[in-house]
């Protein structure tokens, strides 16, 4: 990118002239570089800063200055741990409905799987059936039932959970649009139901030879759960990292959630990321175009729901307890509005409506709940009504701002001309305006966030 | 076997109740394709102002129309009929709001859209009916008196009460009524004409909007029949009852092929019978597992259903 490729001669000089030409583009380049990516970079910047040092001195520093100056509260350890967790399954499901345009709306499916996951591998649970393994962990030798490390359940999760977003994917992926989320809704449903109700397991099976036999086995724990979960031990050179609570569970948490954004963004603009964006805004066109439809959203709907099986089984194993009632449809519909309400279609969006609604959720809500039942305990206390305000976020986001609060730049470019030029202007690329064409990439549908692979043509048409 | 013949007749009295909410699902999508995720709310909204117009002031309720077992029979009908008619006409309306401030302003949005508006609307009346009805369940003592009608037949292994009777009789006539708006009237036409083109149709002279605020009229409207009839037959009512009643409701528009009326009833009355034979011969733990896997079933293997049309390029 460099203009001393105009001075390229012949011979040795003109090689060197090259050489040096381009070591002395190199400063101005990444002042041009910093100066156009100016206030990204000073956002992340800040960002990584309140990040890394809130978990550790947000208490000290700023709860007196939240008590005595800004009367909200601040997100406690626990609050901040769930909001890692949620902002992981928000980029899931941003990869799931956002990049490739699948509504999902049974995502607590993976979430529960991912759970459970944890619970089978890291408790006492199975010890009753007299299976113990005691393996790389940090639960003694002898302990009954399984114990594995936590980084190794997280391998193990991911790759559950993949499967299952496969298997799930596989005979429904043929579905459009609303019919798949019924579907998605159906199958979030079933697992939790399944989790709830093998707590009595009869069930035997004749194979010729091989007799598989099982009388009333208590295989998920039933409504009460499995409990105690092994903590999220994680040993670093012979220094155990202990991130059962506290500052350290965030930092853990945050780990995961920066692995999880790095990936996200890799896939986004990766080939299988650019197949997505093909299929969501027009599946028949990105067909033609040769795009394998069925495999990219296959890989879109396992690899979202491995976020879920990440974020699953780090709560499981921070919680200590994994319960079937937990695993909810609201999940789904909580993790969607963190989506839609950041900008779906957007990593940092996800994350942001993550962080928000989650505060809002297990901080603000709660915190405004106690201040009113202080006041006047006979008003509806607005923690338990918390889906109201939800339901309302919803209806009015589709109404009045469907890209969401932090839209990507790429559904902003294809929505207006002058988000177009601001996205060019933005990479460096000067942009002739008589040139632009308003609907440069044909989106007529793109007039909302929900990302739909359909036009309204395709919608009236029966 | 007479247990059997017991559980269907159990199940047909679930199946028809499920038939009028069903019938709002499938109205619905026929005529603006979308999946009124609210409706089942608004089902709820309606057995539970009917439990507050017939619950007596000392369990909570309004006492309005205190009907119990001992109201004289010519009274206790025109108080249900009473009842019935506030219900359908404040479903209706509740509907047709719905309808106004949620959908239409999206209807040249995306697909799903409207959809995610339909979740958010489900759970703000879900939360109104929380609030209004609080957590747990509402009971009301027995209207009908738990007799064997079959009894005077000399049957008494198989029995038919009288809320079961009642089920029919409220159910079938507004199945019959909503027939014949649809097939014989004006505006019934015009709903069939929306269905298959809105903008053929409007060019046609046919108000589209008036003809989706009515199809949204009916359906809050059958809704809160089934409303009132959930809590006369099972009396007792809940704010979670939408969601589970919705699921199922919409189960059985989708068996019966999303769209058709008719679909829409046999569908219900299936899922009714799935129901009853799940949960006595199973168990009620697996039912709702069952019907999903029914709907997932159907939309992955049958997606036009078993009695729909043609759908080209809607699954």
């Known amino acids: ?385 918390n889906f109201l305000i939800y339901g309302v976020i919803l209806v009015l986001m589709m109404r009045f701002r469907p890209q969401g609060f932090l839209p990507s730049r790429q559904r902003e470019a294809e929505l207006t001309v002058h988000g177009l030029q601001d996205a060019e202007r933005e990479m460096g690329v000067e942009v002739e305006t008589d040139n632009v064409d308003i609907t440069p990439h044909g989106q007529s549908e793109t007039g909302s966030g929900a990302r739909d692979a359909e036009t309204t043509d395709e919608a009236r048409d029966l | 076997m007479d247990q059997l013949i017991q559980v269907l007749i159990i199940g047909l009295a679930n199946g028809l109740i499920f038939a009028l909410v069903a019938l709002g699902y499938t109205l619905v999508y026929g005529i603006i394709e979308l999946i009124n995720f609210a409706h089942g709310d608004v089902f709820m909204l309606g057995s539970m102002l009917a439990y507050f117009l017939i619950a007596p002031i000392s369990s909570g309720g309004w006492g309005i129309f205190p009907i119990t077992v001992d109201t004289p029979l010519p009274l206790k009908i025109a108080e249900i009929l009473a009842v019935l008619a506030i219900c359908m006409a404040a479903m209706a309306t509740l509907n047709v709001t719905i309808e106004r401030v949620a959908y239409r302003p999206l209807r040249n949005a995306p697909k799903l859209a409207p959809l995610i508006s339909a979740i958010g609307m489900s759970y703000v009346l879900q939360n109104i009916g929380l609030v209004w009805g609080s957590a747990y369940q509402r009971t009301i003592d027995s209207v009908f008196p738990p007799t064997n009608l079959l009894e005077p037949f000399g049957i008494t292994s198989v029995a038919i009460t009288p809320s079961q009777v009642f089920v029919g009789i409220l159910t079938i006539p507004l199945l019959i009524a909503l027939s014949l708006f649809v097939n014989r009237t004006r505006q019934g036409r015009a709903m069939r004409a929306t269905a298959q083109d809105p903008d053929t149709a409007g060019l046609m002279g046919v108000d589209v909007n008036r003809t989706i605020a009515i199809t949204f009229l009916i359906g809050g409207g059958l809704a809160g029949a089934a409303g009132v009839a959930q809590l006369l037959y099972n009396d007792y009512t809940q704010y979670t009852l939408g969601f589970r009643f919705g699921l199922n409701s919409f189960t059985a528009a989708v068996l019966g092929g999303i769209g058709n009326l008719q679909g829409a009833v046999l569908g219900a009355l299936v899922i009714g019978e799935i129901n009853a034979l799940s949960d006595f011969y199973l168990s009620p733990n697996w039912t709702q597992a069952i019907v999903f896997g029914v709907l997932i079933g159907i939309l992955v293997f049958k997606p036009t259903g078993l009695l729909g049309q043609q759908l080209a390029d809607r699954a």
Not at chain 1, 91 to 110: E, K, M, R
Not at chain 1, 121 to 131: D, E, K, T, V, Y
Not at chain 1, 304 to 318: D, H, L, N, P
């Open chain 1, 1 to 385: 990118m460099s203009a001393t490729t105009d001075t390229v001669g012949t011979g040795i000089t003109g090689w060197l002239g090259y050489i040096g030409g381009t070591l002395a583009a190199i400063p101005s380049q990444y002042r041009t570089a910093l100066r156009q990516r100016r206030r990204n970079t000073i956002a992340l910047t800040i960002l990584f800063i309140v990040v890394v040092l809130y978990p550790a001195v947000g208490h000290y520093v700023l709860a007196d200055f939240s008590r005595r100056v800004f009367p909200l509260p601040l997100p406690d350890d626990t609050v901040s741990t769930f909001m890692t967790i949620f902002a992981i399954m928000a980029i899931g499901l941003n990869i799931v409905a956002g990049f490739a345009g699948l509504l999902d709306l049974g995502y607590v499916a993976f979430y529960a799987i991912g759970a459970y996951c944890a619970a089978f591998l890291a408790s006492p649970h199975f010890g009753a059936l007299g299976i113990n393994l005691v393996f790389l962990g940090h639960v003694g030798p002898g302990a009954a039932g399984i114990h594995v490390p936590f980084w190794l359940i997280m391998i193990v999760a991911i790759i559950v959970v993949a499967t299952f977003g496969a298997l799930l994917g596989a005979p429904t992926l043929r579905l459009r649009g609303d019919y798949l989320a019924i579907v998605t809704l159906g199958f979030g449903e079933i697992v939790p139901l399944f989790f709830r109700n093998l707590s009595s397991v009869t069930f035997s099976l004749t194979l010729g030879p091989i007799v598989i036999s099982l009388a009333n086995v208590n295989l998920t724990g039933g409504v009460q759960g499995i409990n105690p979960i092994d903590p999220p031990y994680i040993p670093i050179l012979g220094w155990v990292f202990d991130a059962r609570s506290g500052p350290m569970a965030v930092y853990l948490g945050l780990f995961l959630l920066a692995i999880a954004i790095l990936v996200a963004r890799n896939l986004e603009h990766s080939r299988i990321g650019r197949a997505w964006g093909a299929i969501r805004e027009d599946e028949t066109a990105a067909e033609m175009m040769g795009v394998n439809t069925l495999r990219t959203k296959l890989l879109a709907f396992a690899l979202g729901a491995s976020f879920a099986g990440v974020a699953g089984s780090f709560q499981a194993s921070y919680l200590g307890a994994s319960t079937s009632d937990f695993f909810d449809f609201s999940i789904s519909i909580l993790v969607l509005i963190m989506v839609i309400l950041g900008g779906i279609g957007n990593i940092w969006g996800a994350v942001l409506g993550a962080f928000a609604l989650t505060y809002l959720d297990k901080s603000l809500l709660p915190y405004i709940g106690q201040r009113i039942g202080d006041v006047a305990p006979s008003l509806p206390n607005p923690a338990e009504y």
